[in-house]
């Protein structure tokens, strides 16, 4: 074809292809070697190898290897940057032949601009929907394509991405029906964009325009909304669209225009033969991609750049909007994380999401409008649709059904309707299908807050609380039955579940309420599920303050039986950080109070369970006194298991029975009765682990496949109390070879204890550092002092982070790590010299004054401790060692006045710094005393047995707190209030410290400041 004598332009029907054009001219002037140095600079986008680089020496297929990949507009671009650094002239003219390319750049770049299809050379992601776009788009089969999704998500520019990638073959006509709220006026902009036939009704004349277009158009109708969202005129709009679809169907392969159409909400009618694609949030390294993008100037770090991204809902108009924001403002991009975190006002407002969001919730009818306000209960955390519609549809939901209106919506129709309109997103995950609001929608919500469905979000939040409840308690018998899928659960829902227990200690005016005309074990036993799942994700402080929170609300509503079982428990949470003191303290006042707990005795008074825990928490805690008082223990312990023994179905306490043996256990185990102990510990672990070994002892426990069941979270527990036993009998063999068999095998059963800690995600509590620390003590008597001194400093530095000082736990492995250095120092001082023992012995003295001036004032431990004589002892040896007598005068002055009383004021002060952030018991309880307890009158004492419903009962795990052979829950959370918080369940591992030749140097100032080595799971 002749370029010369043909018109090249973009806009007329008989013309050259501007781009082809261009290449003619540029090609008529090049030879082979300037073909071999273009491909040279392009081979990296054309992606040629060596083998097939001459293939490409002819510039045409060069040509075609591009276009395969890329757009004119891409091509265009490397084309000109190549010929300009080849610096490449016309022949005749001297014109740079890149100069031709730009030419054609500019006037395609004008093109796009008149039909409003600009492309943007920095559009980031949506790969696989702009596929999806195109490939609809050219599908002969189909008529167009509609984009759908949520206000700010990209729709208009990724279909503006699509037409300018198309218009080299398509025809574009932009067609901005924003605005437009009837069907006339939309017919109106269509003819006016394509040329209006006068005299003729607007419909008719589209219809006549579809027959009469002779070459590839789309049009693209954009922001449909203002006319879908109308009930009538988006029927009206929909008819129209389906006599559009019939008129292409008679023109058949005539027709050459295809629809391009955005809206907000999905279209209902799904014969229209439009192809859809929903578009959601960006994927979240996509949306990284584009923050950074847009904050060129400025360096954001990774963790800030990925939570403002979730904070945006990974929406491209949001996270545009916060980077231009923090470029031009200056911002500290941390303020904008704090910003989104805390819902402030006007978040939205402030995304540019406001505007969208509130013209497609306003034109909602009321009943959806009252379902969304009432999806916030659930924040932006997924929850099963199942849960969801039940949860919604209240009581008071059925009620006005029944007797208003018969026609009302379900609510799974309406949560439907609502993702039509793309307000909650409903995914399919594993055969699940989950329900969510997104995280715009839910600030948005937060920020409206309507008052007229008040009264229905109030319902939807007590109807909430209702359900985690009960999910709670399946999860307590799921994890007393088949524990993997217990945690399974919990991760399933621990947003929701986390969401309940923050009610429970801020706001529990939501939750069911204790007004009820008697309390059964049953009842206890739910509440004691929803306490037991504490353990595994809150700190005891927490634990300590929503139990408090309870038990005023349960004084409140005039319930004594709950009142003392949550005192109960308050009592508990002080034995499991090691101040028996206060859980006793706690005790003797509801004994005082109510004496009849004074009498050892089986009759029933206040409900069975509550009986069993007041036994059982008092005989620990006289079990873990400074001074034990074990006998009085025994008494205590024995009575709970006499009451226990009137539980019916007894299976379903199996629980607390295995607990109460365990606690026999460790009593035998301090009197150093250690085949009384193995056999407690080997009873207690059979009632675990065999649900029908109460019933049927020779009965093996099996799950519902057949096999049997040996898991249970509390497991780990007595394989470290098997392992004890072992290590005692060792320490009392009478030969070598018997010592070292008990040694390994203890060294085994520590092992894999710790490994069934690491499988069942333990690993970050006190048991895992409990087991380090006694197969430390067992590797000190087979000689292995570098082992030893890497599991005692790996105890230790878990110790510093989850147990809140003063605790004795923590003095226990301070203190064995100390004398392991010291061990280790004699140990170089007969192969080394004295000089590497004196480096030992040095780490070892920073340990033992981090033991003086922290452990011992503030009172870790006390005089009368078991293990206050051995610290004395090894320390005062140490200083003579080092031949230290200043030093050593020094000590001895200490320990004489400690043991005189000189620094108990400053002990007992530091004890107290448990209790600090909440009223100590005694307190506590004066208080609820002083307001004047108006309790229902307590009930007689019950004869027999209490029936108990088999089919919602279980246990869940608990935490036990002993110094030797037990566990205790201090796994540290940060309140949440805000699922955008989410880490509650996340596990940390760390690898084991491998022991070096030289010690570390260490001073008694920064040795509580070292951090936990992290070690590999």
Not at 623 to 644: G, V
Request: contains cysteine; aromatic residues 8%.
């Amino acid at each position: 074809m002749d370029a010369q004598n043909d018109i090249v332009d973009f806009d007329l029907d008989t013309k050259i292809d501007p781009w082809d054009d261009a290449l003619l001219k540029v090609m008529e002037q090049l030879d082979e070697d300037d073909i071999k140095d273009i491909t040279l600079l392009l081979r990296n986008e054309v992606d040629v190898d060596e083998e097939k680089f001459l293939e490409f020496l002819d510039f045409q297929k060069l040509l075609i290897a591009l276009e395969e990949k890329h757009d004119n507009s891409t091509i265009s671009l490397w084309l000109e940057k190549a010929l300009d650094r080849l610096n490449l002239h016309e022949v005749t003219t001297g014109t740079k032949l890149s100069d031709i390319i730009m030419e054609y750049r500019t006037r395609l770049n004008n093109h796009l601009q008149s039909m409003d299809v600009l492309r943007n050379e920095t559009f980031l992601g949506r790969t696989d929907d702009l596929k999806s776009v195109k490939e609809g788009l050219e599908n002969v089969q189909m008529k167009g394509v509609y984009i759908c999704g949520m206000g700010g998500m990209g729709k208009t520019s990724l279909a503006r991405q699509v037409c300018s990638l198309l218009v080299s073959d398509w025809k574009i006509v932009n067609i901005n029906l924003r605005d437009k709220f009837d069907l006339a006026s939309v017919l109106c902009e269509i003819v006016s964009k394509n040329g209006e036939v006068v005299g003729q009704s607007p419909e008719k004349q589209v219809l006549e325009l579809l027959e009469s277009i002779k070459d590839d158009t789309i049009w693209f109708l954009d922001d449909a909304d203002a006319i879908l969202q109308d009930k009538e005129s988006n029927k009206e709009m929909l008819n129209f669209l389906e006599r559009v679809m019939c008129k292409m169907e008679e023109i058949n392969e005539q027709s050459k225009v295809k629809l391009l159409l955005t809206t907000r909400q999905k279209l209902s009618k799904k014969d229209l033969n439009l192809k859809e694609v929903e578009l959601g949030p960006m994927s979240e390294a996509d949306a990284m991609d584009l923050l950074k993008q847009n904050m060129e100037t400025m360096h954001i770090e990774e963790k800030d750049c990925r939570d403002i991204v979730n904070g945006c809902g990974c929406s491209p108009l949001a996270i545009t909007v916060i980077a231009s924001k923090i470029e031009r403002e200056n911002i500290n991009p941390r303020h904008i994380v704090l910003q989104l975190r805390l819902d402030e006002k006007d978040v939205t407002e402030t995304l540019r999401v406001k505007k969208c969001l509130q013209q497609t919730i306003c034109t909602l009818q009321s009943d959806l409008q009252e379902m969304l306000v009432c999806m916030s209960v659930f924040q932006t955390s997924p929850i099963s649709f199942h849960d969801a519609c039940s949860i919604l549809y209240s009581k008071r939901q059925k009620s006005r059904k029944t007797s208003k209106d018969t026609h009302q919506r379900q609510p799974e129709d309406k949560l439907k309707e609502l993702n039509r309109y793309h307000l909650i997103e409903i995914d399919t995950e594993e055969k699940r299908i989950n329900v969510s609001l997104h995280p715009l929608v839910y600030k948005y919500l937060l920020e409206w807050n309507p008052q007229t469905f008040k009264v229905s979000l109030d319902e939807a939040y007590k109807s909430f609380a209702v359900k985690m409840e009960s999910i709670i308690n399946k999860i307590g018998k799921y994890l007393s039955m088949d524990c993997f899928k217990g945690l399974r659960k919990i991760e399933e829902y621990k947003t929701h579940i986390t969401k309940y227990y923050y009610h429970m200690y801020k706001d529990s005016r939501i939750l069911p309420s204790y007004k009820v005309e008697r309390v059964s074990s049953k009842d206890v036993l739910q509440k004691f599920r929803i306490r037991e799942l504490t353990d595994i994700l809150f700190s005891n402080d927490r634990k300590r303050a929503s139990f408090q929170s309870e038990a005023r609300r349960a004084q409140s509503e005039n319930n004594m039986v709950m009142f003392l079982f949550w005192m109960v428990e308050v009592a508990d949470v002080y034995v499991a950080q090691d101040r028996p003191e206060f859980a006793l303290d706690c005790l003797k006042t509801l004994e005082d109070k109510y004496p009849y707990f004074r009498n050892f005795e089986t009759q029933v008074m206040y409900t069975r369970l509550v009986h069993v825990l007041f036994h059982m928490v008092k005989g620990q805690s006289l079990a873990r006194l400074e001074i034990p008082r074990l006998e009085d223990s025994y008494k205590h312990l024995d009575l709970a298991k006499s009451f226990c023994n009137g539980f019916q179905p007894r299976e379903d306490y199996r629980h607390l029975f295995s607990k109460i043996t365990k606690e026999i256990g460790d009593l035998c185990y301090k009197k150093k009765d250690l085949d009384g102990a193995e056999e407690y510990y080997m009873e207690a672990e059979r009632m675990l682990l065999q649900p029908t070994y109460l019933d049927n002892p020779q009965l093996p426990s099996q799950d519902d496949n057949g096999k049997p069941i040996d898991y249970h979270l509390d497991k780990p527990i007595f394989l470290n109390c098997r392992a004890l036993i072992n290590f005692q009998k060792g320490l009392i063999a009478s030969t070598g070879e018997e010592r070292k068999r008990l040694f390994d095998l203890a060294v085994t059963t520590y092992s894999e204890g710790m490994s069934l800690d690491i499988e069942l995600k333990l690993d970050q509590r006190d048991g895992f550092a409990q087991k380090l620390k006694n197969r430390a003590d067992v590797y000190i008597q087979m000689g292995l002092l570098t082992e030893a001194l890497r599991d005692a400093e790996e105890a230790m530095d878990m110790r510093r982070e989850i147990l809140r000082p003063p605790h004795s736990f923590m003095t226990q492995s301070v203190f064995q790590v100390a004398k392991l250095y010291d061990l280790i120092g004699d140990t170089k001082l007969r192969e080394e010299g004295h000089e590497y023992a004196m480096r030992y012995w040095l780490t070892s003295k920073c340990y033992f004054d981090e033991l003086v001036k922290h452990h011992f004032k503030m009172g870790s431990i006390s005089k009368q401790n078991i293990l206050y004589p051995d610290i004395k002892e090894e320390h005062l040896k140490l200083l003579r060692k080092r031949n230290d007598m200043k030093e050593l005068k020094t000590t001895e002055k200490f320990y004489k006045d400690f043991e005189n009383g000189k620094y108990d004021k400053e002990a007992d002060r530091g004890r107290h710094i448990l209790v600090n952030q909440t009223m100590p018991p005694s307190e506590f309880l004066e208080e609820c005393f002083k307001k004047g307890l108006t309790f229902m009158q307590a009930p007689e004492p019950m004869e027999g047995v209490e029936g108990q419903d088999p089919g919602d009962l279980g246990l869940g795990p608990e935490r036990r707190h002993s110094s030797d052979g037990s566990e205790e829950e201090n796994f540290e959370t940060t309140d949440v209030t805000d699922s955008t918080l989410q880490g509650f369940l996340q596990q940390f591992a760390s690898p084991l410290v491998q022991q070096s030749s030289q010690p570390p140097q260490v001073s008694s100032e920064n040795i509580m400041k070292q951090p936990r080595k992290k070690k590999k799971n």
